[in-house]
């Protein structure tokens, strides 16, 4: 069997990934709390390192790992050359414009100010919408940025809605669905073909 490289991103969504291989050939045992970026399974036949969420994809599109796991809000924003080849069905989420109550998010002889950490999504939502736009590129806590005028409204993942609720905001719109997906470097998926199957039967069941 060929050994396989699999990145995961570090966190929540990668913690729940690598919860799919418990009691599988692939399960690893890490000592609590280590900061150790680079695991092997008891048998050697998986190694997964762990990167920034962002990071994934570029390790899977430069073959450096053969598979990742990583959320559909990165690919869509990476737009990187990698086989999506399972919905893991977690980590689910919706992408939405937000704002107060009622901002209008078509300003007819105005610019649409929006914040996300999701610059390339945005342009891509309104590249068809004759909406002049521009983009406030964040890093986190975007919901803040209506509220201090920094922007008329945000694109931001929605999970539970809370912190739109707990800062006066609301979902304007709601965009594409979100969740965590397993992907491939393309070459590996033709040379490891039979292991990436494995695995993505391990992952299948347990989902
Ligand atoms: C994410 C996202 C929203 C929030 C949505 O932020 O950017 O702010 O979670 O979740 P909810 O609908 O359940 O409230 P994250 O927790 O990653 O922190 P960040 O703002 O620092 O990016």
């Not at 990742?68 to 990476?78: H, Q, R, S, T, W």
């Not at 069905?89 to 300003?107: T, V």
């Amino acid at each position: 069997m060929n050994k396989v490289t699999i990145a995961i991103a570090k966190g929540r969504l990668g913690e729940e990934g690598l919860r799919l291989f418990k009691d599988s050939d692939m399960e690893i045992v890490r000592e609590e709390n280590s900061r150790k970026l680079v695991f092997s399974d008891s048998k050697g036949l998986t190694q997964y390192i762990f990167v920034k969420p962002s990071d994934v994809v570029t390790y899977v599109e430069k073959g450096v790992a053969d598979l990742g796991i990583v959320g559909k809000d990165i690919m869509l924003e990476e737009d990187k050359d990698v086989y999506e080849i399972l919905d893991l069905d977690y980590g689910k989420c919706r992408f939405a414009i937000a704002g107060f109550k009622n901002e209008c998010i078509k300003k007819k002889d105005g610019v649409l100010r929006i914040a996300s950490k999701y610059p390339n999504y945005v342009q891509s939502i309104f590249e068809n919408r004759n909406q002049r736009i521009e983009i406030i590129k964040l890093n986190g806590s975007v919901e803040l940025a209506p509220l201090i005028d920094l922007s008329d409204v945000i694109v931001d993942i929605v999970e539970t809605g809370n912190t739109l609720r707990d800062n006066g905001l609301e979902i304007l719109e709601e965009l594409d669905y979100i969740s965590a997906r397993l992907i491939a470097n393309k070459a590996s998926y033709r040379f490891k073909y039979n292991t990436i199957k494995k695995i993505e039967k391990i992952l299948d069941v347990k989902r």
